[in-house]
């Protein structure tokens, strides 16, 4: 049995493609974070995209480290590779996420107890003739939504392709970022318009968004890193291939029952399955050649251990806490 796994053909060829997308999402997001900072002003909408933005580049980031760190070979002291430096990755960027996304809420909410009036001034950036700078700022917030909602989609399905969860998360931050822009355009547009708590309110908006995302991935890479069952890649729904290995065995002549169990490990799937055999005869060869078959099934399975048991211990169904 080999213990060391490569991507098929068809998904390296989508990794590749996830990694230019990924380092054309890094150049792109320093370009808007430092044409957001040069148009920032005092506006807390604006400050709070200029925040988001920065947070954006996490993911990327933990994408590009991971994905060539989890392809080192194992050794003693990681005997089963370094597979986990996705899951670590994902939970880095989550908590990132979470503890800026509450740091903006709470400053945000509390520039709207105090009543603070945000002031866009006048300035003179193409000579003496001045301008408004709330059109710079709707233009720079406009630089930095667009583009990232098309990246978003562009990333999607070849988060789905790979069953990368990092990946996915970047495509959900890029697409959502759509609500970022238009809350900050609102706020300014509210500034100019004389409402002065139309920009925390839009900060707050903002701000709550990222607290959400921030909280779902944080808790999605905490179960991963605790073995829940696998999951498919939004974890919407329990993934399929535990319950296809099961009644792959069971299809067997020699197997009176099974039990499949799974856990992630980064975009890849370990586990073990239980059987009990009809009878002794030849078992260890017929244990092998199922692993043989059983491993051909999906890309994602890396490592499968059959054991013969002369009876199947199942786990409780899970209780809602």
Known sequence: M?????????????????????????????????????????????????????????????????????????????????????AI?????????????????????SKLARF???????????????????????GALAYSTVPQVILGRRKQPLAAELNDKVLYADAEMNRADWMTGVAAMLGIVGIGLGLWWADAVAASIISVDIVRDGAKNLRVAVDDLMDKEPTVVDDSRADPLPLWIKNELMLMDWVADAEVRLREEGHVFVGEAFVVPVDD???????????????????RLH??????VR??????????P
């Not at 808007?32 to 807390?44: I, K, N, R």
């Not at 490592?303 to 013969?308: D, G, H, K, N, R």
């Not at 009876?311 to 809602?320: Q, S």
């Open 2 to 86: 080999s213990l060391h796994h490569e991507l098929p053909p068809d998904k390296h060829e989508q990794l590749v493609k996830a990694v230019r997308l990924e380092w054309l999402s890094i150049v792109y997001l320093v370009t808007a974070v430092t044409l957001l900072y040069f148009t920032l002003g005092s506006s807390q909408a604006m400050k709070a995209a200029w925040v988001e933005d920065i947070l954006g580049l996490t993911p990327p980031i933990a994408f590009l480290v991971a994905s060539r760190v989890r392809n080192r070979k194992p050794n003693d002291r990681f005997p089963y590779g370094y597979h986990r430096a996705t």
């Open 89 to 109: 990755a994902y939970l880095c960027a989550s908590v990132a996420l979470l503890a800026l996304g509450g740091f903006i809420l709470y400053d945000s909410v």
């Open 116 to 138: 603070e009036h945000p002031p866009i001034d006048l300035v003179k950036p193409f000579g003496d003739r001045p301008v408004w700078l709330g059109w710079l700022m709707l």
């Open 281 to 299: 005869t030849d078992l260890i060869g017929r244990m092998e050649r199922a692993n043989q078959r059983l491993r051909g099934l999906d890309w």
């Open 303 to 308: 490592e499968l251990v059959i054991a013969a």
């Open 311 to 320: 009876e199947i211990d199942r786990p409780e169904p899970a209780r809602e």
